[in-house]
């Protein structure tokens, strides 16, 4: 959507909301404005693929000028936007406790129609931030741990089963090559099942970089605030396995580096860091990652390859990106080397 229909839309329902633009001039001049002129309005960016922009509102008042930041997202139908409401309330929920240890979602201040809007996220994404690698990976697993939760919950495990069913079914291999990757799921399928059974939790459903926003606050505690945000997939059922949404977060990034030197080296180093931050909100709670899974083996293996395995589906039609039909099938003989090593044994690659 074009910045000028946002902000069309924004003038024609400003009035909806302005408790918020009175709550922000009362928190920086510590006085209640008795009228407030909105002066200007821009769009200053929009946060990856989400579709939420990022706008700044300058407004002026009798106590003084100041500028508000808002998030907005439009939808096509206002069905929608009133089924993402819900999510983000449900998201909201979850982590209000966590707000403290600075992890938060972003609150919805007005909705009408298909229109709905936040209060104002700052910061970066996660590839975009600055913050050293090990630290943005510890705190997207303290994030993540945050919604799980650490509740112990029965896994319903045959939705797995069914995936891979119907991924191998309709993925474009060699019926050799189908064989083969059926028996090496298999060969490790039982164990993570076994792993599994006990680490249900709601399921986030779109988990990745893009969804987590960063905001470096100099001199407030804590420094870093964590925003998750675009719970648009959200399930609150608590039957889905943990590690869903945490290799749903590798799954891209597994691939890229494996593209790139045939090696998963530095994908298990972030893995690590994402653990150890998850382990940390765990451990509020006297809880522990390895408390959902079997201390001998974490099927992170299986998940994954199931990631990607999916993710290959997703590529039989994007020639414009890999370079033709050729490219499209060496990206699918790459990715399933992938999942042939991620399968091979039952520890994570090294």
Not at 136 to 164: E, P, S
Not at 208 to 213: A, D, T, V
Not at 309 to 317: A, D, E, G, K
Not at 339 to 347: F, G, H, P, V
Request: proline content about 3%.
């Amino acid at each position: 959507m074009s910045q000028e229909r946002i902000q069309i839309v924004l003038m024609r329902i400003i009035e909806g909301f302005s408790d918020y633009f009175v709550s922000h001039l009362e928190e920086t001049y510590n006085k209640s404005p008795g009228n407030i002129e909105v002066k200007n309005i821009t769009v200053e960016k929009k946060l990856g693929s989400t579709g939420i922009h990022i706008v700044r509102v300058a407004l002026d008042s009798d106590v003084g000028s100041d500028d508000a930041s808002i998030a907005v997202k439009i939808y096509d139908k206002s069905e929608q936007a009133l089924e993402v409401v819900k999510r983000i309330n449900m998201l909201e929920k979850r982590l209000f406790d966590y707000a403290k240890m600075g992890i938060a979602s972003a609150s919805v201040i007005f909705f009408s129609g298909s229109v709905i809007i936040m209060e104002g996220i700052q910061g970066d994404v996660f590839r975009e931030s600055k913050i050293p690698k090990p630290q943005k990976y510890r705190y997207a697993g303290r994030g993540l741990a945050a919604f799980h939760g650490v509740q112990k919950n029965r896994v319903w495990f045959d939705k797995y089963k069914l995936l891979l069913a119907r991924s191998l079914e309709s993925a474009p291999f060699s019926v050799e090559n189908k064989l083969q990757l059926q028996k090496s799921f298999n060969r490790v399928l039982p164990l993570a099942e076994q792993a599994s059974q006990h680490s249900g939790c709601p399921s986030f459903g779109d988990f990745h970089p893009g969804n987590l926003i960063f905001d470096i606050r100099v001199g407030r505690n804590p420094m870093i605030q964590t925003h998750i945000i675009d719970p648009e997939f959200l399930d609150i059922s608590s039957e889905h396995d943990r590690l869903e949404d945490i290799c749903n977060f590798f799954a891209v990034e597994a691939v890229d580096q494996y593209r790139m030197d045939k090696t998963l080296t530095k994908l298990v180093m972030n893995i690590k860091s994402f653990l150890a931050g998850y382990n940390e909100i765990l451990a509020h709670n006297q809880s522990s990652f390895t408390d959902y899974y079997s201390k001998n083996y974490i099927p992170i293996n299986f998940h994954l390859a199931l990631m990607i395995l999916m993710s290959i589906l997703n590529i039989q039609h994007m020639e414009d990106i890999f370079g033709g039909e050729a490219g499209i099938q060496r990206e699918i003989a790459l990715r399933s080397n992938l999942i042939e090593k991620l399968l091979e044994d039952n520890s994570f690659p090294d």
